[in-house]
């Protein structure tokens, strides 16, 4: 069975740091694309960013550009998404999802559950 | 690109058909066109992806269609379950989603 399963959030003062982790299972990790949206509380989804399958191809939402880092080592089975100088608008539940394998279009087609991010003081 | 979904709130009865829509600012790329279905306290799940293609699992009363900026997905008879909250996509952007909600 393919599960994602986030870890890391919690309640961080702005301009704080915090390291978003998501360990993949049930399936070969290593060939998928990899993404992280984020929904703040009540509002829709939000893009974050997306890494291909070896890392060597990253991409930022603007909001969140030179801020957040995505990252993954496939011999850990696991993506990452290190988080600085967070702003208050950074507050969200922060998914990881894998991409549709064959995808052109940034399709998501498993979902992790979910950790909460809150920056405030 | 920008994508509009409308309309925000659909008040519809069990039985009923839904049909919602997701208008592009510009020509969708080689029509990647996503639909999600996303419940209260859930991640989303993907339903329907390159335009018109039912994921695993998903009921055939699903389906999507459109080509361009003009995008819809209809349900053809409501379940109990169906009353969610549906978002479009493409590539990196969401639509503001339609609340489907029980009339």
């Known amino acids: 069975e393919v599960q994602l399963v986030e870890s890391g959030g919690g309640l961080v003062q702005p301009g704080g740091s915090l390291r978003l982790s998501c360990a993949a299972s049930?399936?070969?990790?290593?060939?998928?694309?990899m993404d992280w949206v984020r929904q703040a509380p009540g509002k829709g989804l939000e893009w974050v960013a997306n890494i291909a399958q070896d890392g060597s191809a990253k991409y930022y939402a603007d909001s969140v550009k030179g801020r957040f880092t995505i990252s993954r080592d496939n011999a850990e089975n696991s993506l990452y998404l290190q988080m600085n100088s967070l702003r208050a608008e950074d507050s969200a539940v922060y998914y990881c999802?894998?991409?549709?394998?064959?995808?052109?279009?940034?399709?998501?087609?498993?979902w992790g559950q979910g950790t909460l991010v809150t920056v405030s003081t | 690109i920008v994508l509009t979904q409308s309309p925000g709130t659909l008040s519809l009865s069990p039985g009923e058909r839904a049909t919602l829509s997701c208008t592009a600012s510009q020509s969708v790329t080689s029509n990647y066109l996503t639909w999600y279905q996303q419940k209260p306290g859930q991640a989303p799940r993907l339903l329907i992806s390159g335009t018109s293609s039912r994921a695993t699992g998903i009921p055939d009363r699903f389906s999507g269609s459109g080509s361009g900026t003009d995008f819809t997905l209809t349900i053809s008879r409501l379940e109990p379950e169906d009353f969610a909250v549906y978002y479009c996509q493409q590539s990196s952007t969401f639509g503001q989603g339609t609340r489907l909600e029980i009339k």
């Open positions: 049930g399936f070969t990790f290593s060939r998928y694309w």
């Open positions: 999802a894998r991409v549709l394998l064959g995808s052109g279009g940034d399709e998501l087609d498993r």
